[in-house]
């Protein structure tokens, strides 16, 4: 997998959970939170479609990792890649 | 603040969904033509049953992602609440947020919300960690007056009233204890129920043989007919304006009705079966604190469910009340058009009579082809609405499981 696709995965997720935003433009540097209206149930949200959609897992103390879409690729794609190996 | 005991309690505002209308003018017209509500569903691990489903626009006042994050509960509340808001043509915005307060009555809660969870962990080997961490406020009991509240920004007391399918009434009773207490200055009140979308109560009552059966769901539900055999579960809400008479008299606010008497007791007797002598106790109380006689009372609406016993147990208390000397006394029921709406049942059957204060219209009671005898009250409405000389009183009847019973009596508005 590569990193924009692990993007389009978090934008695919994002779209069902945020519903009323409009993702065409998602700036992939800036953070989530500030550029859609997120709360915190909402990231959790995230995390639990990475773990039924996936079979990810996003330990508590990595959530930071989930900020923005560039940190999202940063941080999943080697695991999606894990799995896929 | 003038507020009292004594203090008159006005209905000033009216929104409901129901499974044949989404506004009083809709679902009235439908009781008055014989329209049911009542369709197929499709239930969980039991296949097709027989229901009354609303199809209100739930996006008029919610997100998506409200939606999503909500209860069914939740929406109906809201969408009944901002209607209701709108009816009775309040200015919301000016009104200060912390002096509304939102009382909704429920059968019950969460029952769906769990059956989900369930669910949906049962195709994850039942491992936990798939729970939803939306669980816990998705089923507090309190969930459909909370999202009411998050939705309109209210800030004075929201919360539910747990009280089986007597629940509707207690809505607007609890409301009018507030606003006599000062509590509150207007109050948003009634019940809802999404109760179709749980298989635990379509497979509770199809054990306990209290389950409706019909090739034809508009015939399905048929309270006094010697054919009926048991209940139709539907969903709905019924949520009105309640305020102080000065104060809506103040703003100049259209009055539907007046609160006139109420009262609420318990069989203590079991857990399932009625029973007649508290509910006529139950009726007569009502009237006592109305101070009006069983002959004062032009509309009765009965709670009548269409389980065999328990529609003669209930004609047994109307009949020990309103049996002799009671002329102008016509008696119907709602759910024989859109099933049992549970904790709506008694919100919505009260908003579906109030026009007869207009229009002096009894609308019936429907699919009765073979009235059982042991139903045979005088003064029933059957199948075709009836046009009656005055229509100045409406007592509701709405009665639920573990032996609580309320009455409701509502009085035209003379100022």
């Known amino acids: 997998m590569t990193k924009d696709e692990c993007k389009q995965v978090v934008l695919d997720i994002i779209a069902d959970i945020a519903p009323d935003e409009d993702l065409s433009n998602v700036k992939p540097d800036v953070r989530l939170r500030d550029q859609m209206q997120l709360d915190s149930m909402d990231f959790l949200d995230i995390v639990m479609e990475l773990r039924k959609r996936h079979s990810i897992e996003v330990p508590e103390a990595d959530y930071i ?4 879409l560039d940190s999202c690729a940063e941080y999943l794609t080697p695991k999606f890649n894990a799995l896929a190996g | ?10 209905i000033t505002g009216v929104g409901l969904t129901a499974p044949n209308g989404n506004s009083l003018p809709e679902f009235r017209q439908n009781l008055l033509t014989g329209v049911s509500g009542i369709v197929r ?6 296949g097709s049953q027989l229901a009354g489903v609303c199809n209100f626009d739930t996006l008029r006042y919610q997100k998506k992602k409200e939606l999503r994050v909500g209860t069914r509960a939740g929406s109906i509340s809201i969408y009944c609440a901002r209607e209701a808001l709108l009816d009775s ?15 909704i009555g429920c059968t019950e809660h969460g029952n769906v919300e769990t059956e989900n969870e369930v669910y949906n962990i049962s195709k994850f080997n039942y491992d936990t960690k798939f729970w939803s961490h939306y669980h816990n406020p998705r089923t507090v009991a309190n969930n459909p007056a909370g999202e009411t509240s998050l939705n309109l920004g209210i800030t004075g007391p929201a919360y539910t009233i747990g009280a089986a399918c007597a629940a509707g009434n207690m809505g607007l009773i609890h409301a009018t204890q507030m606003l006599r207490l000062g509590e509150v200055d207007l109050a948003i009140c009634g019940g809802v129920s999404e109760s179709v979308h749980t298989f635990g109560i379509f497979a509770g009552f199809k054990s306990q043989n209290a389950l409706a059966t019909h090739e034809d769901p508009a015939k399905a539900s048929r309270p006094f007919d010697r054919a009926r055999n048991g209940i139709v579960i539907s969903e709905g809400g019924g949520l009105y304006t309640l305020e102080r008479l000065e104060d809506a008299q103040t703003r100049g606010a259209k009055i539907y009705a007046e609160i006139a008497g109420y009262h609420v007791n318990s069989d203590a007797s079991d857990y399932v079966l009625p029973n ?6 139950c009726v007569r109380a009502s009237l006592k604190r109305a101070r009006l006689e069983a002959r004062d009372i032009h509309i009765v609406n009965t709670h009548a469910t269409a389980t065999p016993l328990g529609d003669i147990q209930e004609c047994e208390a109307i009949r020990a009340v309103f049996g002799v000397d009671c002329p102008e006394t016509f008696i119907n029921n709602t759910k024989s058009f859109i099933g049992h709406a549970m904790g709506a049942a008694g919100a919505l059957e009260l908003a579906g009579n109030l026009p007869a204060f207009v229009d002096r219209i009894v609308h019936p009671s429907i699919n009765v082809d073979d009235l059982d005898p042991l139903c045979a009250l005088p003064g029933l409405v059957l199948n075709k609405p009836r046009e009656v000389a005055r229509v100045d009183t409406i007592l509701n009847n709405s009665f639920g499981m573990l032996g609580i019973n309320s009455t409701l009596i509502v009085k035209r508005f003379v100022p």
């Not at chain 2, 569903?41 to 039991?46: G, P």
């Not at chain 2, 007649?276 to 106790?281: D, I, L, M, S, T």
């Open chain 2, 41 to 46: 569903k499709e239930i969980r691990y039991m």
């Open chain 2, 1 to 10: 603040m003038n507020h009292s005991q004594e203090s008159r309690i006005v």
């Open chain 2, 89 to 103: 043509q309040v200015n919301f915005e000016a009104l200060p947020k912390e002096r509304i307060g939102i009382y």
């Open chain 1, 65 to 68: 990792q989930l900020a923005s």
């Open chain 2, 276 to 281: 007649p002598q508290r509910q006529a106790e």
